[in-house]
RNA sequence: GGGGACGUAUUUCAGCUGGUUAGAACGCUGCCCUGUCACGGCAGAGGUCGCGAGUUCGAGUCUCGUCGUCCCCGCCA
């Protein structure tokens, strides 16, 4: 018996054709309705009444017209009368309905996944993430690229170092342009858009300009997004990473909305700094119809950016009549009228600000808290165009940070990311006041990828690293023959990464990377349905010469 | 590591200020009806209220701890 039709494939134009359809009974979104006559066709009518949902059947029959079309269905102009009726397979009542609509709490959904993935929808996004992951590859291999495999196996190196080396060498080995679509591994906490294995397409180029980089990108982006049947133009618009932290509060913002932030420290004079116990800077936003917030809104803003490590969030309320604000005793109304024009604000905004001692990687945790509130305000507004595709390059990222728990400087992205030639000899005297020559691509408000020209000189990458505080010692072992590698004449070179998950998810629609990742783990990192991480056999670890240590809890005190 | 939300029947949820036999819908089982497509009708099964302590005459409800899911901060060289 071979399957003659797809259920859901089948049209008034297959009228008086036979057809055998296999699949699933699915009692609320059936893809074609099967009769069974009772008179005509005794046997498989009483076959079909020992039926249950989610067996797996084949149906041999007649297509006919229906005597009522369901519009609802895009085979309703038809169904299939039974002849015979083959139950190739029954199932247990699955936990949840297998239906569009998701009805089901996640963490069953990631349990009996096998049986989430058999919905509508899961289908659909993969199968749009396969669509856009091959028009990558084609438009790669247009440019001129050739997909090249690197060793996921390999030696100790300082965490993703691996993905750099191995590129980089492919330049110095004259390959010019390569890329891959590949898995990596990260250990970090997880996310709505982020797994401990996810996919890259990962790219490297030698002798280019940033300008070449960007071109590749935004054609691929052009073309994915055109996958999706949406429209993007190029090229895509440039702001300085000083200038998005100031005005959007974060390195990835959402452009599909305005409410920029301002600073607005001089709006607080000292007394009342000291009064409110303020520290540090001050940033506020206007955001358009909130003026009519009540006080539980208000509260609940300032517990928030609270819990974001703010000294305060202070409020000004402009109406019609006039300007309202919490901090008018403390600051005064010039004061308060200041603040209410410095954002723009107009008669129904209300004006956010926000103070924070602390700095986040060198940058004003005010501006971040505030940046955070911008968000939460812009979707609770409504403010957020959803139909709008907001890409942008960030370039000028600072080249270190300070780390508050190493007290020292670290490269703010990696130790091979290039170095504004004007700034190179301040690599030593003033490492805050060095640029990179790195970049990232935002698209509505999500980290799409990140990049760089690289390092192409040893005497730099040496420099680099000692200023990094590596001894020469720790530079021959941990990168000797990368730094040999790059005496032997490497050519300027740089590249960048782009996530695809993210973009996968970003063009279906979808909140989170997990609905359009097969196998996706939990927060935890747990694989529900493989119940994975799980205990080794102990015979496997002898094998290795491997003990696990127990759990360590730390002590009471 | 920190903050927040949630955890009650197969599933999705309700359960007010603590009070007697813990409810609804979906699903499931049986019967009936039936050219239905969210069919309809009748009957029924199904619950350690995540787990463990505590407070109380009495805990689904309050407190603490713990486990799990989700969102966020830190982290993402």
Redesign the pocket.
Known sequence: MKRTHYCGELRAKDEGRDAIVMGWVH??TGLV?V?FNKERQAAAHAKAEQV??EFVVAVEGKIVK???A?P??ASGEI?LVAMKLHTLNNAK?P???IEEEI??????R?RFRYLDLRRPKPHRNLALRHKIILEMRKVMDELGFIEVETPMLTRST????RD?LFKQILMISGFDKYFQIVRCF?D?????D?QPEFTQLDLEMSFPRQEDIFHVIETVMVRACGVAGIKVAAPFPHMLYMDVIRKYGSDKPDLRFGMELHEVRSCFPEEAKQKLQMEGNVFALAAPGAAGYSRKQLDDLTEKAK???ARGAYFVKVTPEGLTSTVEKMIGAENVKKLAEACGAKPGDLVVAVSAKEQ??GTEAAA?IAG?LRLQLGEALNLIDKSQWKFLWITGFPLFEWSETDKTW??A????TGIVDEDLEKLESAPWEVRSKGYDLVLNGYELGSGSIRIHRQDIQERLFKALGLSEEQLRRRFGFFLEALTYGTPPHGGIALGVDRIAMLLSGEK?IREVIAFAK???A?D?MADSPSEVDPGQLDELGLAVKPEVKKAAE
């Open positions: 009692r609320r309705q009769v249950r949902s229906r005597q009522k369901n609802e269905l169904e009542t936990p949840f309905a009805n089901a709490a996640e963490e069953t990631l300082p965490e993703g170092a750099y990260r970090e906490d997880l996310r709505a982020r819990a974001l490590k986040i990687k971040l955070q670290v490269s992205q990696h130790p091979f989170s939990t927060t935890a747990q529900l």
